[in-house]
């Protein structure tokens, strides 16, 4: 049997975003010779640690167990030297998260999950140094009084605002996270970027590792047999000469992914301290203008970047469903203050 990856991953200290793949395990058995004719339900029960027979028909239902590749019902009869694998996403073992009264934005709750709008600096998931004040200990109040359990679908990291789908269930964790597996479910993203990006729209190629140089960092590679492929698809919202407003829509779910790509090709979003963006990139050399990117820096003091919109296939209605969270305070009044500052410039150039 092979088990990648613990549940608390080993993480970047203050930013706990982690990769897509990484927020699922992965089993895979060889079955013996001389096995004697079993249920697959019952052999994987009595083979994955903590896991209950319940879980896993349900995980053969949404066709997360395979046998030779091909999914099987959790009826299936194993054979000597079947190869069984699984990846299904991760469920909380002998983790306790205490419930705390700390305030939630929720977009949306019904049965099957709740969305809810993660304000900067709240990490997502217990853990590294962050053991109380995270939105699961947030979520487990707010459940308690109905006893209904929580289940991590993705994460966002700690200095991102914006949407996130936390599930009720088993059943609708499986559904979910297979959409956020397969890149199927949808994600538009805000970020306030350095520089006058030279086209309108475009799109981002490159493998995103961890940096050999600094493991709280990742980066680009060039080579084909480093990092995990990811892509990003960008668009211009609004310029303001020295930064540009863009949205992005992922493709695939890396750490850091659009941190990482902006600043790739030169980009780096607004006050990003962990890839370069926290000094001034871009600008004049005036002291009034230092002073301007200070202030800014000041009321957003964090990596200018949200998840603006969040799209997927209800587990239970089957329906697509987007939700929405609003530009938080700090990111609306920092553009306001470009506003003013590249209309102030234009006028005094003319």
Same mark, same amino acid.
């Given at each position: ?36 004719? =079993? ?57 306790? =998260? ?7 934005? =929720? ?48 994460? =966002? ?194």
């Amino acid at each position: 049997m092979v088990s990648e990856l613990p549940y608390d991953v080993d993480l970047p200290l203050d930013d706990e975003q982690t990769d897509e793949q990484e927020m699922f395990e992965h089993f895979h058995f060889k079955v013996d010779k001389g096995q004697s004719p =079993i249920r697959i339900d019952k052999y994987l029960t009595s083979r994955i640690e903590g896991i209950s027979r319940n879980r896993i028909q349900l995980a053969a239902d949404a066709n997360y167990v395979l046998v030779f590749g091909k999914p099987v019902k959790s009826s299936y009869q194993i054979k000597p030297e079947d190869d069984i694998s699984i990846v299904m996403p991760y469920q909380r073992r002998g983790v306790e =998260i205490l419930p705390e009264n700390i305030p939630l934005a =929720i977009l949306h709750e019904d049965k099957a999950l709740m969305i809810i709008d993660k304000s900067a600096g709240m990490v997502v998931h217990p853990g590294h140094g962050n053991y109380s004040g995270t939105l699961l200990n947030a979520v487990a109040y707010h459940l308690q009084a109905t006893k209904e359990n929580y289940f991590l679908v993705h994460r =966002i990291d700690k200095d991102t605002s914006g949407a996130l789908v936390v599930a009720k269930t088993d059943e609708s964790q499986l559904f979910l996270a297979k959409q956020f597996f397969h890149h199927t479910s949808k994600r538009l993203y805000v970020a306030l970027v350095w520089g006058n990006m030279k086209d309108d729209e475009g799109t981002i190629e490159g493998n995103i590792g961890r940096d050999p140089n600094d493991r709280l960092r990742f980066r680009v590679f060039k080579e084909e047999d480093k990092g995990r492929s990811a892509i990003t698809h960008y668009r211009v919202l609004e310029r303001f000469g020295y930064v540009t407003l863009v949205e992005c829509r992922l493709e695939t779910g890396r750490t850091h992914q659009i941190r990482v790509h902006m600043n790739s090709i030169g980009h780096p979003l607004f006050n990003d301290e962990r890839y370069g963006g926290d000094t001034v990139r871009k600008g004049t050399l005036f002291a009034k203008y230092k002073q301007f990117i200070s202030n800014c820096f000041e009321i957003m003091p964090r990596q200018a970047l949200h998840a603006k919109l969040l799209g997927f296939v209800h587990p239970i209605t089957k329906k697509e469903m987007m939700f929405e969270s609003p530009l938080p305070a700090d990111f609306t009044a920092v553009l306001e203050k470009w506003r003013n500052y590249s209309t102030t410039k234009i006028e005094q150039e003319i």
